[in-house]
């Protein structure tokens, strides 16, 4: 039976190593390629991302973009769960409708937002038909910030509530139906029963679609690459631009690093603020 | 020859011990039931004997065999488990070929087999479905047929019926009687149901708290418990305990009085609710709190110099809440209990 | 009809609508880039547009199909998403298996090392996979690309495959044992067939996560571009036209392989969040 002692280990051994390799050591290099400059360590390279003119923009745009898009597909996905929940004809297609966008990517998603936001894209000609414009108008430029933001917003929540809906949706299948008709029977009504109820019990779901989501966001780029190029600067655009344009690992190794703090950051805030004690689950 | 012989088998989890230095000895063919509350170290004991635990210290032989450091395949042995664990995936025909194909025995002998064992358990009619399609009940006769197809030297059931209603544990507790008498094979029945045991078994080991607590015919095990625990755990109602003060070698209560033999002052009488005779007067006084028509007997629960006692009547006795009644408990059959250590006086325990 | 009849119909009527309406909302953009992927040059410069399929035909898409480097970089893209499932699955199952049926010293840790990878955005860690992929041969490789999509891939597969077997009752496995099964036996003729629907699931999800990803993919490549990594290096100097052709044909394979997993989506993501 010694035997089975060491099973695990041998188990778990192959994706140890890999994830050391292709995880733990890159983070390192990461972290390493961030503070050195020409084999010196130095600030070089914060100074460098510091003094570009981007850089400001870049951080107040991807927090503007997770500020905006988190709490809507939150509130979306949570909307979209609840009617799922009351569904019973076609609650399979309708699901699968909704979950569509689930295997889209961020560069797709953009493309997709193009077609319809482009100066002679369908938003313009239903607008037009509509005899609110009379000609293309160009939304995505960067002379017109709000609407290109708008777009941006758009082609977000298009395309990731739905992994935030799958996420609650499985949640909400853990939840016993009993304590809901419990409340219902000591007199709680529907909007009663989803906060009292309903919302705390599903908030260890919430928590983890938060952390995901919101990890995921700060990463945006392709979405808005897309729409607009480098128009509206973001974080992990201006990482792939000094790797790829200006060829300077060391400042796009520091927009990583920048990047990892504020996701690892914002998970332990998510952490700390929705914790739920163990003796609180059902 | 698959008698098994558990010796000085010790289990220990971190600093708790599930079975402390237990031996046992299960003769071939006899079906020994394993009976006591849940947590008391039956299922693990069990599961030691299949290999699929492993003991701290002791042995185990199956047969005259050390199998203590084999893996259960080698063990010569089959188990019914408690959730069936019918495989989902195969057909119950599969199911219960699984042990003979593994043996690597010709087509047609499993096919000699299954139909054995199927025809044993009244399962025929299914062989060709898949198991999500049966019952509990049909469930758990795939699962025993599985076992018995394989003709196991030793058979080991970890409360086998404890998932069925209750109907269904009747008529399936009788079926497996019938059948495992007929196959003589030796079989060791875990269940914390002491009506399955007695009903079942050849002998009954009590456990508590990861020792025996006495080992014997159930019938014996029912009218001379040799502990405390023991006479409480088995027989329902259970047994009645009442503490006695004792002077000069007479125990004394109300107008009862008896001989003992103890140096203490105290005793515990340990009574049976049927062994208790009303009468018109003398004896125990009794004051009735609840009265329960069983349909065979009245179940009276009341008080005795205030301690808890229950006691059988005739169903047609004219009795309510509030009564005072005297009891005469026949002589012979209490069982007296020293206080201290909750042990039977006067016997081996 | 009493009042309540008609305000019960009427919170129907308005449901249904919400329902129609969030189905749209996914739809229609679909819809639409899939008319720019079919209208060619003609129907991306048309002014205004036609909302409806009459200027669509297959000459765009296979125009697109025949431009030097797409289908290549198609060809590509599946290569890497089929070596990442692959990868993922052998890697992760196994730790999965791990998890879910052994308590060992330092389980905890590798679950923490597993967890942790979702707090970071792990594409960017491709950065530094440069220097080291340049020097081992692995730059500019499927290979390569997929040793990262791996890495994106390995937790969740590990975490799924874990609930996976957790869901697999014990007992079945021992009363393989105790039917004759060595461990391995057992494992196989017992727990796989059972966990294998599952675990072609998040193989599936692994192809559909390497497919999509997009920074990894175009910084360890130069001439060997997955489709997603092509069409964003070559997205500034192409036609509108070709970019939503591009686009379409990124979504399709996705929405398949969604279709086809999704009965498993739920229960996997379920259990993969405790």
Same mark, same amino acid.
């Given at each position: 039976?010694?035997n ?55 951080i ?5 973009? *997770? ?8 509130c ?22 909704w ?24 938003v ?5 038909m ?8 160009n ?21 990731a509530?739905?992994?935030?809906? *799958? ?21 709680a ?36 690459y ?12 201006e ?44 | ?16 011990r599930?079975?402390?230095q ?59 488990f ?35 064992a ?230 081996a325990? | ?12 009527v ?33 002014w ?73 955005p ?18 500019d ?83 060997n ?24 044909l ?25």
């Open positions: 039976m010694t089975n002692r060491l099973l695990p280990y041998l188990l778990i051994a192959p994706a140890t190593v890999f994830l050391v390799l292709l995880f733990v050591v890159p983070l390192v290099q990461t972290i390493a390629l961030a503070f050195m400059d020409n084999g010196v360590a130095s600030l070089t390279n914060f100074r460098k991302m510091a003094g570009d003119l981007n850089f400001g923009l870049s107040g745009n991807t927090f503007l973009l *997770v500020l905006a898009v988190i709490p809507l597909q939150i979306m996905a949570l909307v979209m769960a609840m009617m799922i929940q009351k569904m019973d004809k076609g609650r399979d297609l309708v699901l699968w409708i979950i569509i966008p689930l295997g889209i990517s961020d560069l797709a998603a953009g493309l997709v937002w193009l077609a319809i936001l482009q100066d002679r894209g369908y313009n000609t239903v607008l037009n509509l005899g609110l414009v009379d000609g293309p108008v939304w995505l430029s960067y002379e017109a910030p709000v609407s290109l933001f708008v777009g941006v917003v758009l082609a977000e929540v298009w395309r509530t739905a992994i935030v809906l *799958v996420i609650l949706v499985a949640g909400l299948q853990l939840i016993p139906k009993e304590y809901g008709e419990a409340a219902e029977i000591f007199g009504g529907p909007w009663t029963r989803f906060r009292k109820i309903t919302l705390p019990l599903l908030k260890p779901s919430i928590q983890s679609a938060l952390i995901l989501r919101t990890v995921l966001a700060f990463e945006v780029f392709a979405v808005v897309a729409l607009s190029g480098r128009n509206f600067p973001v974080l992990v655009g990482a792939y631009a000094w790797q790829h344009v200006n060829q300077n690992n060391g400042v796009a190794a520091v927009y990583a690093i920048l990047v990892m703090a504020i996701s690892l950051a914002a998970t332990v805030i998510y952490i700390r603020a929705l914790r739920t004690p163990p003796e609180m689950q059902p | 020859m698959s008698g098994i012989r558990i010796d000085a088998i010790e289990k220990r989890f971190g600093a708790a599930a079975l402390e237990l031996t046992l000895d299960v003769e071939d063919g006899e079906f020994l039931a394993l009976l006591g509350p849940s947590g008391c170290g039956k299922t693990t004991l069990l599961r030691i004997i299949a290999g699929l635990e492993t003991q701290t210290s002791g042995r185990i032989f199956i047969g005259g065999r050390d199998v203590s450091a084999l893996p259960p395949r080698e063990r010569g042995l089959a188990m019914v408690q959730n069936y664990a019918v495989f989902p995936h195969m057909t119950v025909y599969e199911n219960v070929a699984f042990g003979l194909r593994m043996k690597g025995a010709t087509a047609a002998e499993v096919n000699k087999q299954v139909e054995r199927a025809g044993l358990l009244h399962i025929e009619p299914y062989l060709e479905r898949y198991p999500a399609k049966l019952s509990g009940g049909q469930r758990q006769r795939v699962a025993v047929a599985r076992a018995l197809a394989v003709q196991p030297a030793v058979l080991l059931m970890d409360e086998p019926l404890s998932n069925l209603d209750a109907l269904l544990r009747l008529e399936m507790r009788s079926e497996l009687k019938s059948v495992l008498n007929s196959s003589g094979t030796t079989t060791v029945y875990v269940t914390h149901d002491q009506t399955e045991a007695m009903g079942l078994a050849d002998r009954i080991a009590v456990m508590h708290q990861g020792v025996i607590e006495q080992i014997d015919r159930p019938q014996a095990l029912y009218e001379r418990p040799a502990t405390r625990f023991v006479g409480g755990f088995v027989g329902s109602p259970p047994m009645n305990f009442i503490d006695m003060p004792v002077k000069a070698g007479l125990a004394r209560l109300g107008d009862f009085t008896n001989p003992v033999s103890t140096g203490r002052d105290t005793i515990t009488a340990g009574i049976r609710a049927e062994d208790i005779a009303v009468v018109e007067r003398g004896g125990l006084p009794f004051d009735v709190m609840v009265c329960e028509p069983l349909g065979a007997t009245l179940l009276l629960t009341g008080r005795v110099a205030g301690q808890l006692a229950r006691v059988a009547v005739r169903p047609d006795a004219v009795v309510a809440p509030g009564d005072r009644l005297n009891l005469e408990p026949s002589p012979g059959r209490i069982v007296w209990i020293d206080p201290a250590n909750g042990k039977a006086i006067g016997q325990a | 009809m009493s009042e309540a009849t008609v305000s019960i119909r009427l919170r129907r308005m449901f249904w609508s919400g329902v129609a309406m969030l189905c749209a909302w996914v739809l229609v953009p679909i819809y639409l880039i899939a008319l720019g992927a079919f209208g060619g040059r003609a129907g991306v410069f048309r205004p547009k036609n909302l409806l399929p009459w200027d669509s035909g297959l000459a765009a898409m296979q125009a697109f199909l025949a431009v030097e480097g797409v289908w290549t970089a198609a060809v590509n893209g599946a290569l890497v998403a089929c070596l990442t499932m692959l990868f993922s699955l052998l890697l992760g199952a196994p730790a999965g298996y791990a998890l879910a049926r052994y308590r060992f010293a330092g389980q905890d840790a590798f679950r923490m090392l597993v967890v942790l990878t979702r707090a970071f792990l594409a960017i860690l491709a950065l530094p996979l440069t220097v080291t992929f340049i020097r081992t041969g692995l730059y490789t499927p290979l390569g690309v997929a040793l990262v999509h791996t890495a994106l891939a390995l937790p969740f597969t590990a975490l799924v495959s874990s609930s996976l077997f957790m869901g697999i009752p014990r007992e079945l496995e021992e009363a393989a044992w105790i039917f004759g099964c060595t461990g391995l036996q057992a494992f196989r003729k017992i727990v796989l067939p059972l966990a294998l629907p599952g675990l072609a699931a998040a193989a599936i999800f692994s192809f559909v996560i390497s497919w999509n990803e997009v920074f990894a993919a175009s910084v360890l490549t130069v001439r571009r997955t489709l997603t990594a092509y069409l964003l290096t070559v997205l500034a100097e192409s036609p509108l036209h070709f970019r939503f052709a591009g686009g379409f990124l979504i399709l394979p996705s929405v398949i392989f969604i279709f086809a997993v999704r009965k498993y989506l739920f229960a996997m993501w379920g259990i993969a969040n405790r």
